[in-house]
Nanobody, 124 residues
Framework: QVQLVEFGGGLVQAGGSLTLYCRLS????????MGWFRQAPGEDRGFVAA????????YYADSVKGRFAISRDVTARQVKLRMNDLKPDDTAVYYC?????????????????WGQGTQVTVSS
């Protein structure tokens, strides 16, 4: 069983940057994608970014493309989400998640392990 712990959220002004981290514990041999999702109050949880664990291929939601960067450190068993040029619309609880799937990356239903979430608040 894999456990995920996120950290790095906080309060930042619009235009600022934050980096989120997700640390994996347990076996990583069955990891397909590591993903970041976010959920704002009153909204569904939505896809932000994903990285294929095996080869580092990355995918992004259109709303964050060019501003966010996802990366992984296989040795440290850690995933990082660097967020630049943050906007008030980026305010949400951000969740790290793990899937065994090697093809689909943007559907929350295919992710089987989730972290507890970390709050990101962007002030205008």
């Amino acid at each position: 069983q894999v456990q995920l712990v996120e950290f790095g959220g906080g309060l930042v002004q619009a235009g600022g940057s934050l980096t989120l981290y997700c640390r994996l514990s347990g076996r990583t041999s069955g990891v397909g994608f590591m993903g970041w999702f976010r959920q704002a109050p009153g909204e569904d949880r939505g896809f932000v970014a994903a990285i294929r664990w095996r080869d580092g291929t990355t995918y992004y939601a259109d709303s964050v493309k060019g501003r966010f960067a996802i990366s992984r450190d296989v040795t440290a068993r850690q995933v990082k989400l660097r967020m630049n040029d943050l906007k008030p619309d980026d305010t949400a609880v951000y969740y790290c998640a793990k899937s065994r799937d090697m093809i689909t990356y943007n559907l929350s239903a295919i992710y089987d392990d989730w972290g507890q979430g970390t709050q990101v608040t962007v002030s205008s």
